[in-house]
């Protein structure tokens, strides 16, 4: 049921998306008294699920979800329709307009999906605010995995500033790690200062493991049973708080997660804090390394703020996190492009877009991630390759500084590599989904 949620989360999502991008084209075309041979959501080869003609338009629905098109008359895209192109220049073809008005047509797109990102963020802001967990407010400190102590990181440290900067959000505090320069982590231990060096060794890790290298540390608190529970039959009850296993100090969640899974299968001495009285509870650890139980999330243990604003506020909220967004996203670009921390292998396919959506219904969680995909499909759509709408936009840069447009033989060769290169793109990233989540 979650894969299935999942799933029309993310098609729901991505029509949204496409329709809204080619309608920018679309618009723009008419405007210009362009013709517009198609609009499709999806990719139609051979068939269509659902068409209809209005006017010199088909509108229709393809059954190849990868994304969606307009087909506008006189222009080399990827239909790669070169009869058209051998037959003179009509009025209303796209080759016929001036090149300033095929280049509001070519951005018309991208143009779209920025203030829709924007629209969305300040429709957000407006209905929820804008809640944040201030990392001053993590009173317990944060829990370490293996990458985090490599980058020197321990139990318990508080983060007060990345790369110099005070830290107000904890959850910016990874995103100003891995997308800014210098790399350094200022935490208080113990009462003293320390300032960590953090290496693209380090972010390679961080963005090819499977843990974030740190997080919240949270008590180990009993909230519920599973209805098989070991910890439930060896007597532990709601609200108990763990302290310690066999004498190792286990009070916090990432401590008991991992004594249970090195010590599966054996009898062992848990100490639990019940209201004011400490006990001694004996359980024997499950060959899974589960005792079913839920604890308290880390949201009830920490002081969340949020900040609230009217209708006419949020729209300079949603614009400035649009291009905060922006921003974000071009910098994983450069990280991607960076062998040495190989965050290439991260590139992911639908798979792990996919993924990305919440097993359950959220509508605040749905829109926040189509914003983001729709600043990552607008900053996609302008990288300058053949086939892409950048690719078309660099070639009438080209024509209007120079006067002259490339002839329509250059522009299907480099449509073609163009096309050629992006479906390896997309094979190295189905692989590597296929690697993390299948093999």
Not at 71 to 81: C, F, L, P, T, V
Not at 289 to 297: A, D, E, N, P, R
Not at 354 to 363: D, E, L, M, S, T
């Amino acid at each position: 049921m979650e894969i299935a949620v999942r799933i029309v989360q993310l098609i729901l999502s991505l029509s949204i998306l496409v329709i809204c991008h080619e309608f920018g084209h679309f618009f723009f075309a008419k405007l210009f008294k362009t013709r517009v041979e198609k609009f499709y959501l999806f990719f139609d080869p051979w068939f269509s699920l659902f068409k209809i003609k209005r006017g010199q338009t088909e509108y229709g629905i393809g059954w190849l979800p990868l994304g969606g098109y307009v087909k506008i008359a006189g222009m080399i895209d990827e239909s790669m329709d070169t009869e058209q192109m051998k037959q003179p220049p009509q009025p209303w073809e796209f080759r016929s307009k001036p090149a300033w008005q095929r280049l509001i047509i070519m951005i018309a797109g991208v143009t779209v999906n920025v203030l829709l990102a924007m629209f969305i963020y300040a429709m957000m802001s407006f209905t929820w605010g804008t809640e944040y967990l201030p990392a001053s407010n993590l009173k317990y400190g944060i829990a370490v995995d293996s990458v985090g102590y490599q980058m020197g990181l321990r139990d318990g440290d508080m983060i007060v500033k990345v790369n110099g900067n005070p830290t107000e959000d904890y959850n910016k505090i990874l995103p100003d790690l891995l997308l800014n320069d210098p790399k350094t982590l200022t935490v208080t231990r113990n009462g003293d200062s320390i300032e960590l060096n953090i290496t693209d060794q380090h972010i390679s890790k961080i963005l090819n493991g499977e843990t974030p290298a740190f997080s919240p540390r949270i008590p180990f608190e009993i909230e519920e049973f599973a209805p098989e529970s070991a910890a439930k039959n060896a007597g532990f009850e709601k609200g108990d708080k763990l302290l310690e296993i066999n004498g190792e100090q286990t009070a916090y969640f990432h401590q008991v997660k991992k004594f249970l899974n090195n010590h599966k299968s054996q009898n062992v001495q848990a100490k639990v804090l019940r209201g004011s009285d400490t006990i001694t509870i004996p359980i024997e650890i499950p060959e899974t390394g589960l005792i079913g139980v839920m604890t308290k999330s880390y949201g009830s243990f920490f002081e969340f703020k949020t900040q609230e604003y009217g209708f006419f506020e949020s729209f300079p909220v949603g614009i400035s996190k649009g291009v905060e967004k922006i921003k974000e996203y071009v910098k994983q670009w450069k990280l991607i492009f960076n062998p040495e921390t190989k965050a290439y292998k991260s590139l992911g396919s639908f798979i792990s877009m996919a993924k990305i959506f919440p097993g359950v219904w959220n509508w605040q969680a749905f829109w926040s991630l189509t914003a983001f995909l729709s600043i990552m499909l607008a900053v996609l759509n302008i990288v300058p390759i053949p086939g892409l709408d950048g690719g078309h936009v660099m070639f009438l840069i080209y024509e209007i500084i120079v006067g002259k447009k490339p002839s329509d033989k250059f522009m299907e060769i480099a449509q073609i590599v163009g096309m050629v290169f992006l479906i390896l793109l997309m094979v190295v990233a189905l692989g590597n989904d296929l690697i993390r989540h299948v093999f």
